[in-house]
C-alpha cells in the first residue's frame, strides 16, 4: 500500500519529501523489497535533478540503495533503469549502456532503459542512434514529456532550431505546466 500511495505522489509530482516518507515506510516493513527500495533510491537522485538540491551525495546514495536492491532482485528493471541515470549524472556514463540495455531485456516496455541510452547517445554526440530509440519511444506514447524534451534537445545540437521549437513545443501543448530542461 505504501508503494502504491508513493507512486502516486510521484506519477503527479505532487510531493516527492511525502512518497520519500511512503517508500521509508514500505522498507521498514520488508526490509528486502526491491521494488521500494528502487524507487526510493531513484529519489535520492531525483532530488538532484528536479533541484530540490545540490548535494551530489544523494547520487551516491542513490547508487547505495539501488545496489542494495539489486542484491535483493538482481532482476529489478527498476534498479537497473534508475542506476543508468544516477551513472549519467555521476559523470560514469561508460556505464549506462549495460545498465539501460539490462532494464530493457528485463521489461521491453519500460520506457526509462531507452531513454537513459538515449541521453547517453545524445552526451556523446551520438544524436542519430538517441533519435532513433526516442522516435520509438513517442511512437508508443506521443505524450511521453521526457523523450520529446530529448528529442527537441537532440535537432537544436544537430542545427534544426525549427524542429528543436516544434518539438518542445509539443511538450507545452500536452501540459502547459511542464518546464522545459534538458
Keep these: 500500500d505504501y508503494l502504491q500511495i508513493a507512486m502516486r505522489l510521484l506519477d503527479s ?4 519529501p511525502r512518497a520519500r516518507r511512503m517508500l521509508e515506510k514500505a522498507i521498514e516493513l520488508d526490509p528486502t523489497f526491491a521494488q521500494a ?28 540503495e539501488l545496489r542494495r536492491a539489486l542484491q ?23 556505464l549506462v549502456p549495460h545498465e539501460a540495455r539490462r532494464t530493457m531485456e528485463l521489461n521491453p516496455s519500460d520506457r ?8 547517453y547517445h545524445k552526451w556523446s554526440g551520438e544524436y542519430l542512434p538517441s533519435q532513433t530509440l526516442l522516435a520509438s519511444l513517442l511512437k508508443n506514447d506521443p505524450l511521453y514529456v521526457p523523450a520529446r524534451t530529448v528529442m527537441g534537445d537532440n535537432l537544436r545540437q544537430m542545427g534544426d532550431p525549427a524542429g528543436s521549437i516544434r518539438e518542445l513545443g509539443r511538450v507545452l501543448e500536452s501540459d502547459p505546466r511542464n518546464v522545459i530542461a534538458s
Excluded: C, F
Design 37 to 64: 527500495r528502487a524507487w526510493y533510491g531513484l529519489t535520492h537522485a531525483l532530488l538532484i535533478v528536479s533541484g530540490q538540491s545540490n548535494d551530489t551525495a544523494w547520487l551516491y546514495k542513490a547508487e547505495e
Design 13 to 16: 509530482q505532487e510531493d516527492m
Design 112 to 119: 526509462d532503459g531507452p531513454l537513459m541510452l538515449a541521453v
Design 72 to 94: 535483493d532482485d538482481p532482476n529489478s528493471a527498476r534498479a537497473h533503469a534508475s542506476l543508468a541515470m544516477v551513472y549519467l549524472y555521476q559523470g560514469r556514463k561508460e
